[in-house]
């Protein structure tokens, strides 16, 4: 029994060797095997469906026009479509109301001299029904003016009625100073105002009129003019903005955004240099942005291959109202992409551009700089960067002899 039970003990020990010899020398079969054929592979046809996913920074095509005002009354709604010379807004200089209101305690001042002036001098004391009338009138002006200062009506019908009422006060003092028998009497009155008037004339509110067609935004981020011609967009710009995407609103000074292209815009946005996550420039996409309903299309017009990362842009074309103050959006880009396909770690990076190895006809391998189109991340869609070479099904292609070394 003793015997048997060694002999048992015996068999298994052999059994494991024998084992442990097979696995060691499959392994080094197939290292061998790698080292001698380069681990080559063919080209072969596949469609892969691909999702990129990332933050992008939003490109329209505007200009931002920049006034300084102590205070704008806007005319218009946010996003509204202007056209070349209309109204956009009226500013007010430092002071001005200041100034406005001055003027008219100085009117006013006046015409209580003179109306006392002219009921001394009229039978019975009685102000001319001419007189009254402009009292009428400047009181109807003044109801619409303080109308439009608490937003009952529109806020342009406040700078029309500020320009009647003025020349109402004026009429009406002109007429009260002709009916004296000595103008001379409120010279210096009329001269102190007279002064004001100059100066107010001088500094007076003034209509913003549109120098553009499209629509007004009142919203600036400081990067309109960094973002206005796209070919010169960079990898850390496009980071900058991306990390810092705040919208604000100047308080001193009067911004405003004619976005003078309202069908065309575009995203731009920035993978790792390493990543298999690649798009083609030329070819349309179908992507989604995170709080905007609906899906859109766009297509790359843009790749930048940088060793910090690789910068694409993508030019949509669609309604721009639903981004027209947003400059950092989340987006989801699908792709069914349909061509030649390798294995990820057939695949290398230098500087951002990936490239294969590829046998030439004299036996060699020699690096190509390839597009990926899309990837599943296990294999990868590609094309010759290099339009005069041709990548075609059943071409012998092998890992990179730096993978083989690791």
Not at 3 to 27: D, E, P, Q, S, W
Not at 361 to 376: C, N, P, R
Request: aromatic share 8%.
């Amino acid at each position: 029994m003793e015997r048997t039970m060694k002999a048992n003990k015996r068999f298994y020990l052999l059994l494991l060797i024998g084992i442990v010899l097979l696995v060691a020398f499959v392994v080094g079969a197939v290292y061998l095997l790698r080292r001698v054929t380069g681990n080559v592979r063919r080209l072969d046809m596949m469609t892969i469906y691909s999702e990129v996913e990332s933050e992008a920074v939003v490109v329209r095509n505007e200009r931002l026009i920049t006034e300084t005002a102590s205070e704008s009354r806007i005319l218009l709604s946010e996003g509204a479509l202007v056209q070349e010379g209309d109204a956009i807004a009226v500013l007010y200089p430092y002071s001005y109301e200041n100034t406005l209101a001055g003027i008219c305690a100085k009117e006013m001042e006046i015409y209580t001299h003179l109306e006392s002036l002219i009921r001394t001098a009229t039978e019975g004391g009685v102000l001319p029904d001419a007189i009254e009338q402009y009292n009428r009138n400047i009181e109807e002006v003044g109801a619409r003016m303080r109308e439009a200062s608490v937003g009952k009506t529109k806020l342009n019908t406040y700078a029309a009625s500020e320009t009647q009422l003025i020349r109402l006060l004026e009429g009406r003092r002109n007429l009260m100073v002709s009916m004296l028998p000595d103008p001379s009497m409120v010279a210096n009155e009329l001269a102190e105002l007279d002064a004001m008037r100059s100066n107010f004339e001088t500094n007076s509110a003034r209509t913003v009129l549109s120098e553009y067609n499209g629509y007004v935004s009142f919203y600036s981020d400081d990067n309109e003019e960094n973002l206005r011609d796209v070919s010169q967009l960079t990898v850390p710009l496009v980071k900058r903005i991306l990390n810092s995407p705040s919208i604000s609103m100047d308080n001193e000074n009067f911004y405003y955004r004619i976005v003078t292209d309202r069908t065309v815009w575009y995203l731009a946005f920035v993978v790792n240099s390493t990543s298999e996550q690649r798009l083609m420039p030329g070819l349309k996409y179908s992507f989604t942005i995170k709080g905007v309903p609906g899906a859109y299309q766009g297509s790359i017009i843009t790749e930048k291959d940088t060793s910090s990362g690789v910068l694409y842009v993508m030019q949509v074309n669609a309604d721009v109202r639903p981004l027209l103050t947003t400059r950092v959006v989340e987006i989801s880009i699908q792709n069914n992409a349909t061509g030649l396909y390798v294995p990820l770690d057939y695949v290398q990076y230098k500087d951002g551009v990936p490239y294969i190895y590829v046998k030439a006809t004299d036996g060699s391998y020699q690096s190509i700089a390839v597009y990926i189109a899309g990837s599943d991340g296990e294999n990868a869609i590609v094309s010759a960067r290099d339009s005069t070479i041709t990548l075609f099904a059943g071409l012998k292609v092998r890992i990179p002899p730096e993978e083989e070394d690791d």
